[in-house]
């Protein structure tokens, strides 16, 4: 059973627009959720968080939103560089931290110039 | 990536042979954690740490065993390898850093088994 769900295996957007990614949990216990960036032959790296005590949480382009009655959570890239093909994956934990995460399996963005 | 290193990068085995992942950090971060990226799956947790001496199962235990005897190292072993074993294995570490609280992750071992 899928507790965290990516639907879309790949975005593509170009230079300079928004990219939207989305996903979607089943777990209703899951407090706290995350996003991080994966490029080829790297290890992830850490993007943003949001704890579900908040609705949304910036950091420069990178915004994550957080709706809780419909167990989704997107993160908008604005305005977008091709630097930021990647793929990304979101997680989730119920520990109110990232001690133990369920990842979804990725969607893979291009960033067109 | 956040002090975390991985031995080796990249290795080939064969079906039945045995090898060790060795992952290290250079801080004092308890929780230490393996997984492995297959395509499509995303990232699955084989086994955690969450701290010297202690070990306990993830989502994908089964065909490997790890040990944690050093603080710093946590290792995962493959008794007897599968061509179902190949994969990407990053480790990863637990860390509250800049009141972000994240897992920071290593480079990557890539196995294949033939």
């Known amino acids: 059973d899928q507790q965290v769900k990516q639907n879309s295996p790949s975005l593509s957007v170009q230079e300079g627009r928004i990219s939207i990614l989305n996903c979607d949990y089943t777990n209703s216990m899951f407090d706290y959720f995350l996003w991080y960036k994966k490029y080829p032959a790297e290890g992830p790296t850490f993007l943003i968080s949001i704890s579900s005590i908040k609705d949304k949480n910036e950091d420069g382009r990178f915004t994550v939103f957080l709706n809780k009655s419909a167990k989704h959570l997107s993160l908008h890239i604005v305005p977008s560089q091709p630097g930021d093909s990647a793929v990304y994956f979101c997680a989730a934990s119920n520990q109110g931290g990232s001690e133990k995460l369920v990842f979804g399996k990725g969607t893979k963005l291009t960033v067109n110039p | 990536n956040a002090g975390v290193t991985q031995t080796p990068k990249f290795r080939v085995l064969k079906t039945g042979q045995s090898m060790t992942l060795l992952c290290a950090q250079d801080m004092n971060h308890e929780y230490m954690y393996w997984y492995r990226q297959d395509p499509g799956m995303g990232l699955r947790l084989i086994h955690y740490?969450?701290?010297?001496?202690?070990?306990a199962k993830g989502e994908v235990p089964d065909g490997y065993n790890v040990s944690r005897l050093k603080k710093q190292n946590f290792l995962l072993g493959l008794e007897s390898a599968a061509p179902s074993q190949t994969s990407v294995y990053f480790c990863a570490i637990h860390s509250l850093r800049e009141a972000e609280e994240t897992q920071y992750f290593g480079p990557g071992t890539r196995l294949l088994v033939l």
């Open positions: 740490s969450v701290g010297e001496g202690t070990t």
